[in-house]
């Protein structure tokens, strides 16, 4: 364990972090620092204190006697002047640390929701730190627990919470906006498919075939209608990725119910077959109307007067048939109902006198001519 001091932006006091995630050492000179936030020793740490619990809470509480455990920490018991050196469970740090805890922040779906470890089958009756310390817990301050899930979490979703949270409990800022299950509402409130890159595809009725694939991701078991996650905002490292970005289906690993109410994975979800159904049949119409509207987009208002597209790249013109003009008649007539048509203003302006310059120069298409250069 590794106890660092140092100064948070924007915080008054110096902050020091007891972190028990990498134990170079073990036993008691590991333990010291946890030991004195329990008033121990010396009490110098002292509460109230900011804890961040990673992982479900197993069901060892239930067990008979303190000797069996499914997780522990540090050996040696509570007491100073024990002699025992029984392994510490988790459990016993957990809730003993909570009354004197300003605030209690589960980072992760295990720590938040129970995760993998509560799914159907396991053995250690895992559970959320909510459902473990009791919908009623508040900390010394008042606070509920404070829920950041993510299976990976987001590193951003996380050091932006805490941060907000200790502004709080320095008085330098309001607490935060935080939902219904203790979750940043700023960062949890909106859902995958709003936000995904390839949502556009959806509504167009086109869909993945397969994990990779370019277009909406539903009917491969993408829950991202669904499910509240800010992954593909912010990205999965360093603000880049993410599931749906990489072509990978979401299977709702932020949300309680991961991952028994979302299995089985990659099967399309029940209810996309009726609104995947519906927007295969009035996206095919959207799609082709786009494609028209794109058609005219793609057009310089000169070309439409001349009625060429002089661009290289183009084997022969395209050709403009009736369809593509009564669309163009209709659509022109919706888009500048009420205010001024700027397409027939521009009919009327005369073509520039030096388009298509090289013909006029006497100069073939296609022969190089030397790049002009200043004199020195």
Not at 216 to 244: K, S, Y
């Amino acid at each position: 364990m590794k106890a660092l001091d140092g100064l948070a932006p924007a915080l008054e006091h110096r902050a020091r972090l007891a972190i028990a995630v990498l134990l170079a050492r073990h036993g008691e000179i590991s333990f010291a620092a946890f030991k004195e936030q329990l008033e121990l020793t010396d009490g110098s740490l002292g509460a109230p204190y900011v804890i961040v619990v990673e992982g479900s809470v197993p069901d060892d509480q239930a067990f008979p006697s303190e000797i069996g455990y499914f997780s522990a920490m540090g050996a040696g018991g509570f007491d100073p002047e024990s002699d025992t050196d029984q392994p510490n469970r988790v459990t016993d740090w957990l809730w003993k640390l909570a009354p004197g805890a300003a605030a209690y922040i589960a980072i992760g779906t295990c720590a938040t929701w129970g995760g993998i470890p509560a799914a159907a089958g396991n053995i250690t009756g895992s559970m959320s730190l909510t459902d473990f310390l009791g919908k009623d817990y508040r900390s010394a301050l008042g606070v509920p627990v404070v829920n950041i899930p993510g299976c990976s979490p987001l590193g951003d979703n996380f050091t932006e919470t805490v941060a907000a949270v200790l502004l709080f409990l320095q008085n330098l800022a309001p607490l935060p906006k935080f939902d219904e299950l203790g979750r940043p509402a700023w960062l949890f409130e909106e859902t995958v498919h709003r936000h995904c890159p390839k949502a556009g595809y959806y509504e167009e009725g086109v869909f993945a075939e397969e994990p990779g694939d370019n277009e909406c991701l539903v009917e491969i078991g993408c829950w991202g209608p669904v499910v509240q996650c800010n992954i593909v905002e912010r990205g999965a490292i360093n603000h880049m990725g993410g599931c749906m970005v990489a072509g990978g289906a979401c299977i709702g690993c932020t949300m309680p119910g991961f991952p028994d109410k979302y299995s089985p994975f990659y099967k399309a979800p029940p209810g996309s077959a009726i609104s995947g159904g519906l927007s295969k049949i009035y996206g095919g119409g959207i799609r082709r109307l786009r494609r028209l509207s794109m058609k005219q987009g793609n057009r310089e208002p000169l070309w439409d007067h001349t009625g060429e597209t002089p661009s290289g790249w183009v084997d022969k013109a395209p050709k403009t048939g009736s369809v593509d003009k009564a669309n163009t008649f209709f659509y022109k007539k919706l888009q500048y109902h009420g205010s001024v048509h700027q397409g027939k203003r521009n009919h009327k302006q005369p073509l520039p006198a030096s388009r298509d310059i090289l013909s006029k120069k006497g100069i073939a298409p296609n022969q190089g001519t030397g790049v002009p250069r200043e004199r020195v």
